[in-house]
């Protein structure tokens, strides 16, 4: 029996923070030398410094060759994204238009791979990766598994290098096991929200073992108590990122939801380092590479771990 895909955040959307975008040079100088991005919600993205993503943009800042796949409510085509948004598929609707009607998917996206110093939006994680965007979610944030199953299979054949999941259930599937290693053979990565309950219940797709499950932590640190937890989530992840919605407007997008994209990002980045390591590699650079005991990533050390 098919289970279903409950929506992750309630009220997210309208509870978005608004960001004033700052006026000025297009960067600023820091300490080390680094040339800071001069997008509008730059200066908001607590969770770039932290886990060490902005030292990591001084070795690399992506490459069009790592495809993010994004299966989520769809994405839009907005001006930090279009140059590298690669066709895409809608299996609620099913057609190849996966628009966003939503929000929560271009969100996700943006928090993944926003362009960088173009004086616009946010800076995203990995700046050049291309996006695969992908509609299993319809515009109420709910899906089946089937859809769920055939967006991801659809991505590993569309060459993948990660595929990120902000959605999750209560049940495990065969038929989610069954996509993911397919997708998993054919060498993608696959990254899932660990669910926003406050328990150490599994959620599914992300306590399933090949699977990279994402917690969301605090600007100190400590979990968000409403990140779910325990022995089955591998890493956590800033879990409140600046992000825009499908209009372009800067909110501020919460959850394992906005954390998973996050690990997605940072994912891509080491996919673009000059070793092209395997999903694996990259799997065991970024648990490696924990900041204990919130779990947190270090980018830096993720990508040190590589060399």
Known sequence: MLGRVGKLFVGLLAGAAMFVAPTGDAATASADGWSKPNDPGFSTQWGLKQTRVDQVWNTVRGTTRVVVAVLDTGVNPLPDLRTRMLPGYDFVNGDSNPADDNGHGTMAAGVVAAGGANRTGIAGICWNCRILPVKVLNAKGSGSYTAIAQGIRFAADRGATVISLSLGGNT???????????????????????????????????????VLAVGGVTATGTRYSWSNYGSWVDVTAPGCNPAQGPSGAIGQYCGTSSAAPFIAGVAGLLASSPSQPTAAQIRSAIVASRTMPSGRVDALKALQALR
């Open 172 to 210: 495990d599937s065969d038929l989610l096991r069954d996509a993911l290693t397919y997708a998993e053979a054919k060498g993608a990565l696959i990254v899932a929200a660990a669910g926003n309950k406050g328990v150490s219940a599994p959620h599914y797709p992300a306590a399933i073992p090949s």
